[in-house]
């Protein structure tokens, strides 16, 4: 095997491999960050006509973490930042770009991402919000690799953090029992960074989609230029769960179709945690097995775009996930957006 100038691999009679090219940056550290105070279903059962079998039956869900007053977006943002620091034996001064997704910033503008910057005291390179909602890591996760691979970058910060609870209608019962708040984040460095130079770890394939065509099935009813407000969170939910099985799959196979990898050979299928049913069925329709997905929704709910690096965190604290193994997230948010990636850890 031979890699090119271009950094495509090759074998010796010059045919490209299965994976293609080399990946351009490798996932070195995770953290995580979730509020104090849990919501569980039974207290919700005092607050709105629900109850705990209703809820698990439906979603998987047994509780959520709520921020507390006082308790915004950039706090858990900068606290799974840390972490995943930490995780990868860095400094703050080390990173060089922050991608941050959310549909929950603490303000219209600054985005969150320069506010993290802020408090972890870096002062060079860039940093930005991606706001594609539940699939706003995945977002997040190609941009930056993207801007790595392209040389703009050496070691980035990836952060997905969401206070969902602050968009929430409390009184509407099948929206308020699904979400909750929350922060993951991973370090990303340049393959060849000071880490034994070229390897076949780290993002090997990634895909992304969407369609405007379907905004009024899950969306916020507010905000700065048409209403001034807020707004809160409206969803169809049985159109979403359709349409979210039937777009999740296609663009996983699409990601795996890049790589070259068949859905069997998966280790670890990291999926959006919205709704353990449509985890269930994607897996299912993917051919990958029970116990290869990781699951975290019946502790955390639905954290929109925190919720794949939460789920990693979680796996990897528990020596689940290992360097070497590859690992498949995926996740669809509104808008609709959706995508998929694959890592080699």
Request: with cysteine.
């Amino acid at each position: 095997m031979s890699a090119a100038r271009d950094g495509v691999a090759k074998d010796d009679s010059g045919a490209v491999s299965r994976s293609n090219r080399l990946p351009a940056a490798t996932v070195v550290g995770v953290g995580g960050a979730l509020p104090e105070r849990t919501l569980t279903n039974h207290e919700l059962a005092e607050m709105v006509d629900t109850s705990d079998e209703w809820i698990v039956s439906r979603t998987g869900i047994r509780q959520r973490h709520i921020a507390a007053e006082g308790e915004f977006t950039s706090h858990l943002a900068e606290r799974a930042a840390r972490e995943a620091l930490s995780a990868a034996s860095l400094a703050p001064d080390d990173i060089d770009l922050i991608v941050l997704a959310t549909a929950t910033p603490d303000n219209t503008f600054p985005s969150t991402a320069v506010i993290v910057q802020e408090r972890l005291g870096i002062t060079r390179g860039a940093a930005f919000d991606v706001a594609a909602v539940c699939s706003g890591f995945v977002y997040a996760l190609t941009t930056a690799n993207a801007l790595i691979a392209a040389g703009a970058a050496t070691r980035a910060l990836v952060i997905g953090a969401e206070t969902f609870s602050r968009i929430l209608d409390w009184s509407d019962r099948t929206t308020c029992v699904l979400f909750g708040d929350g922060a993951g984040a991973v370090v990303l460095e340049a393959n060849g960074a000071g880490r034994g130079g070229p390897t076949p770890r780290g993002i090997i394939a990634t895909s992304l989609r969407s369609d405007g065509s379907h905004k009024e099935k899950l969306y916020v009813d507010g905000g700065p230029s048409s209403t001034g407000t807020v707004g809160h969170l409206r969803m169809r939910g049985q159109e979403v769960f359709r349409f979210a099985i039937s777009a999740t799959v296609d663009v996983v196979e699409e990601v795996l179709g890049k790589a070259g990898i068949s859905a069997a050979e998966i280790d670890w299928f990291v999926p959006h945690q919205a709704n353990k049913r449509i985890i269930d069925a994607s897996a299912r329709k993917l051919g990958i097995a029970p116990e290869k997905v990781i699951l975290t929704v019946s502790d955390h709910g639905n954290t929109s775009a925190a919720s794949i690096p939460l789920a990693l965190a979680e796996a990897v604290s528990a020596g689940r996930i290992r360097p070497g193994d590859l690992v498949l997230l995926e996740a669809l948010g509104g808008g609709f957006t959706w995508g998929a990636a694959l890592i080699r850890w």
